[in-house]
């Protein structure tokens, strides 16, 4: 989703890969979907589900986003069995580094959970899968009419 995602927005993007450990993952823009997928792969993450390492590392390096994509099943949890979670470090990047900074949580699973609480500040919840997912960011920032403008275009 990555490899998508940098292909499809434009402009600057940072992407990362999470597993046991996180890295940021260059992408670069006139790459196509499969060589920036093939980076991915290589990143050596390891393979749990520690997706709350991105926001750490944001953090940490007190870089400033204005949003951040997170494409999961909704099942991330902290494999070291501390009890660091994805919501409290989106709560504490807000906090410490920007608190108008926008993350969007694509379920890409639809098992009816969530990975932060449903009024959680700085949170847009998104479900499903197509390209088309990405073109609700602009609307929703614009705070155009989503509804309406989906009506008219599909």
Known sequence: MGAMARHLCGGEVLVGAFGETYRDVFLPAGDSVLSNTERLRQSNVGHATNAWLSLQALRQRKQKVDRVLIFSDMQCYDSSQGNASLAAQWQAYRRE????????SVDLSGYGTLQFP?????????????ERVLDIIPAYETRADILAQ????Y
């Open 118 to 130: 449903p009024q959680a500040p700085g949170v847009v919840f998104l479900a499903g899968w197509s």
């Open 97 to 104: 580094v920007n608190r108008d900074a926008l993350l969007y």
């Open 150 to 153: 989906i009506a008219s275009t």
